[in-house]
């Protein structure tokens, strides 16, 4: 499969959608939809709401699913994709599907829970699951759970039996981590959520990118992909160093700092998070960004 067809599909870049919050830590609704409108415009081609980057362990079913449904609905076309198995007990998981499909996505995602370290569990678990699903399903080794990587031989099997269609590789390794599966990937497409390893992700053979400076800076992201689908390898080389150091900047404290740096960029989010609510960013992380910021509007890689 070649990258334009992967883009077709379920490759290329994606945007993970933060939720915007109201001062009471409600749900600003009204700006989610303006920010899904604006990834779109900023060059996502692809949006994945309901994710780690949405602080979804915090969220209830109720508020996922409007998140999602507006994500479609302001999409402009855009598949959509959103996590659908997060609810404690698998009956609960059986309906959240259901509910999470009816918004109108594209795909379902399937975070690995906790099976990482039995390949014959993490198997019958995604395709036990999967056969409840209607949409094409993609897994996500979310952080949020203990033991959350999955093993190539385990990717194999679930692409050869026809269960999943990708999968969010957050190994932060080529070597024993994402190479294993691109190694299996077949028709599937393995996406990259590690920034330092992007460029040599893409050279090895992954089908696109889900990565946090996503949430804040995808059309850096989009420029990068661009250059790299194009043969420009020295164009994605240039970019894959901003995006490097917007990802060392908004480490400052992730997901607060994305929303202050797209705030930079004219949408009026408030730097709150639910998740991590006590910790607090300092007057120097808050400088670093604008002077980042600052620096990337006169390269042209963001607005202000």
């Known amino acids: 499969m070649d990258l334009k067809t992967a883009e077709n599909g379920f490759g290329g870049v994606y945007s993970l959608l933060l939720t915007p919050y109201k001062e009471d830590l409600s749900v600003d609704y009204d700006l989610y939809a ?23 362990a915090v969220l209830t079913l109720d508020e996922r699913v409007k998140c999602a449904s507006i994500a479609v609905k302001n999409s402009c076309g855009h598949k959509v994709i959103a996590t659908a198995n997060l609810e404690p007990a698998w009956e609960m998981q059986i309906e959240e599907i259901k509910r999470i499909e009816d ?38 080794e979310f952080p949020g759970y203990p033991n959350n990587k999955m093993s190539g031989t385990a990717y194999a099997q679930l692409v050869d039996d026809g269960a999943i269609v990708g999968v969010k590789d957050t190994t932060c390794l080529m070597e024993g981590g994402i190479l294993d599966k691109i190694a299996v990937q077949g028709d599937s497409c393995v996406l990259q959520a590690n920034i ?54 908004m480490d400052c404290g992730f997901c607060a700092s994305a929303k202050y740096l797209v705030s930079l960029q004219g949408l009026p989010f408030l730097p709150v998070t639910r998740e991590h609510a006590e910790k607090r960013i300092n007057p120097q992380a808050y400088k670093n960004m604008r002077v980042w910021h600052d620096a990337a509007v006169r390269k042209g890689l963001m607005e202000r």
């Open 34 to 56: 303006e920010y899904v409108r604006w990834q779109v415009s900023q060059g996502a081609q692809h949006l994945f709401s309901v994710c780690g980057s949405s602080e979804m």
């Open 196 to 249: 330092p390893y992007l460029l040599e992700a893409y050279e090895a053979g992954a089908r696109g990118v889900i990565a946090t400076p996503s949430t804040c800076g995808v059309g850096i992201l989009r420029k990068m992909w661009d250059c790299f689908v194009n043969g420009d390898i020295d164009c994605a080389r240039r970019y894959h160093a901003d995006v490097c150091s917007l990802s060392d900047v």
């Open 103 to 140: 918004t109108g996505v594209d795909a379902i995602i399937f975070v690995t829970k906790s099976y990482g370290n039995d390949d014959v569990r993490m198997v019958g678990y995604i395709e036990e699951l999967a056969a409840h699903a209607t949409k094409p399903v993609l897994v996500y």
